[in-house]
């Protein structure tokens, strides 16, 4: 069982940066995939970027460029910084772990869900 706690939302003006954290229970984080995704309302729930147990990390085309994610296994720590924020990054953004090696995309491949975090970008 694994839970997930984000944090680090909030509201920033167009250009601006936040950071957003996830901290995870148990003892294998180090063997999960771990993601994020966002879901704006009204539109369904859309993958952002994902960090391989490997340290693979693959992204969605809107975010990259902007968006970094990083963990850190000693912490059981999982990161997205997010730069040069626009207002379509407006969305509620989930962590969330795959128990699985190799990099996944759908949101049905997590197991884990953390409960989200708002970020809201002013233009």
């Known amino acids: 069982q694994v839970q997930l706690v984000e944090s680090g939302g909030g509201l920033v003006q167009a250009g601006g940066s936040l950071r957003l954290s996830c901290a995870a229970s148990?003892?294998?984080?180090?063997?999960?995939?771990m993601g994020w995704f966002r879901q704006a309302p009204g539109k369904e729930r859309e993958f952002v970027a994902a960090s391989g147990s490997g340290g693979r990390t693959y992204y969605a085309d809107s975010v990259k460029g902007r968006f970094t994610i990083s963990r850190d296994n000693a912490k059981n720590t999982v990161y997205l910084q997010m730069n040069s924020l626009k207002p379509e990054d407006t969305a509620v953004y989930y962590c969330?772990?795959?128990?699985?090696?190799?990099?996944?995309?759908?949101?049905?491949?997590?197991?884990?869900w953390g409960q989200g975090t708002q970020v809201t970008v002013s233009s």
């Open positions: 969330a772990a795959s128990n699985t090696q190799t990099i996944v995309v759908p949101a049905t491949l997590y197991s884990y």
């Open positions: 148990g003892r294998t984080f180090s063997g999960y995939t």
